[in-house]
Structure formats: C-alpha cells, structure tokens
C-alpha cells in the first residue's frame, strides 16, 4: 500500500497523454490531484474521467511556461489540497522533426521553453513550500534522447538531456531538506507524439516510423508499469533514491530494499543495472 502524502499531487500536461494516465492512476490510487494543462476541453475530460471513478482532482488552466500561472496553480493547491507533495512534470512537446538545419529557431525555441523552462518553473513555484515543509517527491518524465542520442530530435533530445543534468543537480540542492528528485523514463508508449511521428514520415527517419508504428499497433508500454513506478517513487519507499534517472525497463523493484551506487541511473550512464 502506498503511503499518501500530506498535500495533493499536482500534475503538469495532465489534459493528454503520459500525464494524464499518471493523474488518473494517482487519483485511483487514493491521492488528490491537480490537473494543469493549457486545454480546457483536455481539462474537462480528464476531471470527469477521475470522477467517475471515485477520484478527487482540480482543474488547474495554465501554461508551464509562464511562471506566474504556475505558481497561481501552486497557490491554489496549497489552499483547496494542502500544498503540493508531490510534483509530476509532464507537460512536453515534440517539437519540430527532421535536420537540425532545416528548422526555424521559433520552433526550437518552443521546445526549449516548454520541456525545459516549463520544468523549471514548476519546481520554482513547489520547491519553497516544500522546503519550508521539509517534506517533497518531484517526478520529471524525460524520454527519448535523454541519456542516447536522437537523430531528427535535436531539440527534443537536448531538452530531455537538460530536464536529467537539471535533476541531478537540483536534488543535491534540496537533499537536505528532505525531498527526492528524481527523472522517470515511461518507455515508448502511444500518445499524440506518435501520430506527430507518423505524420512526419521521411523526416522523422525510417527506425523512428517503425517504431512509432508497433507503438501504434501494440499500444507500448502498458500504463500500469507507468504507473507503478511513479507511485514508487512519490512515496516514502523511494526515500533513500534522489537524483537518478530510472526507466521503465530498470528492474527498479530491487530499490525498495537496496542503497544505490551514487553513479547507478545518472545521465552518465553506459548500460542498463
């Protein structure tokens, strides 16, 4: 059973995708979630889902990458949940496909305001109240390119890198004050992104199109496994493990009883454990 949190879990880009299954499955699991996301109508979904269920969440409107509609969402957290425990930042894009050469610096931009800075300013708004609490899990969804490279990915692969090496380096700001960072990579699973991927045919590359294409056709990684992990580690079993990127596919199990090596799940890595 897990332990649940003083405070509510707030998700970002909980409207669709990862972020959503994640919120849906933090709710079904007994915990009180904040829904952000920029999309009313993802918004309203998402609530209703939870709802009928049996769940409890809000509706938070904002957009990652305004600091000011962040930390609102933060506020009213605080005021309708308690405060944030737990932080899921989800929220992300793709971004634009094919030749770094070939794209707009608008569009690269956008990646880098959204995947990168987005995360950034959620912690900035969570991380003084957990300090002052002494008490917070902080859950970033990296993703493809994060610790290998991602041909036609630039700026997708760059930010997911960053989101790790900013992990790493903010959990031994706050390791003190007892709050675990961690990175979570939820594997290759059906979203949004994986039309985009199709859509882009030539540009994405050919093992890009055949893997978004068994994703497509077997759905990925199931959204229990996601799920399961995440849970892990917003609880106080994932106590002992801060900074580390920990993918689906890690036999992460074996962590609930075990110290780890300082350098296991670093962005550094150069095999599976």
């Known amino acids: ?63 990652v990458t305004d600091f000011e509609q962040v930390s609102a969402a933060v506020d009213r957290m605080r005021r309708d949940y308690g405060g944030v425990q737990v932080l899921i930042c989800a929220a992300g894009v793709p971004g634009p496909i094919g030749p770094l050469a070939e794209q707009s610096a608008k569009a690269l931009a956008e990646v880098i305001q959204v995947n990168l800075l987005g995360v950034m300013n959620a912690c900035r708004a969570a991380l003084p109240h957990m300090i002052e609490r002494r008490s ?76 978004a294409l068994e994703i497509r056709q077997t759905g990925g990684i199931a959204p229990e496994k996601q799920i399961q992990l995440a849970l892990f580690l917003a609880s106080e079993q994932s106590n002992h493990i801060s900074g580390k990127l920990i993918h689906i596919t890690d036999d992460w199990k074996k962590l609930k009883n075990e110290n780890i090596h300082p350098e296991i799940y670093t962005l550094r890595r150069v095999q599976k454990v």
């Open 1 to 63: 059973m897990q332990t649940q949190p003083n405070g509510g879990v707030l998700v970002t880009g909980a409207g669709r995708g990862i972020g959503k299954r994640l919120a849906i499955g933090f709710a079904a699991a007994g915990h009180r979630v904040g829904l952000l996301a920029r999309s009313k109508g993802e918004l309203d979904l998402a609530h209703l889902e939870i709802e009928h269920a049996g769940g409890n969440a809000l509706r938070i409107r904002a957009d």
């Open 136 to 211: 917070g899990k902080i859950i970033v969804l990296s993703g493809p390119g994060a610790a290998t490279s991602r041909s036609c990915f630039s700026a997708y692969a760059a930010s997911k890198a960053a989101l790790v090496r900013l992990v790493e380096t903010v959990a031994e700001e706050v390791r003190d004050h007892n709050i675990q960072m961690n990175c979570m990579g939820p594997g290759g699973t059906y979203t949004h992104m994986t039309d985009e991927i199709l859509r882009a045919g030539e540009r994405a590359g050919w093992k890009e199109t055949e893997d």
